[in-house]
C-alpha cells in the first residue's frame, strides 16, 4: 500500500497521461500526431530516498 507521498506522485503522473491521451484524442489525423509529438512536454521528476523509503515504488512502468 502506498504512502501518502508516493501516492501523490503517483496521481501526478497519472493525470500527466490522462491529459497526453486527451490531447491525443482530440488530434486524430496523421499530420496532427506529428505537431503532437514536436508539442508534448515531457514529465520530469526527480524522486529519492533512503533505501526501504518506497522510492522503487514510483519508478514501476506506467501503462
Known sequence: MPNIDQKRIFDKIKSHHIRLKEHEDFLENESSRLLRL??????????????????????????
Not at 38 to 63: A, D, Q
Open 38 to 63: 514536436e508539442n508534448i512536454k515531457p514529465l520530469g521528476m526527480f524522486i529519492s530516498g533512503v533505501g526501504g523509503t518506497g522510492n522503487t515504488w514510483n519508478k514501476m512502468p506506467s501503462g
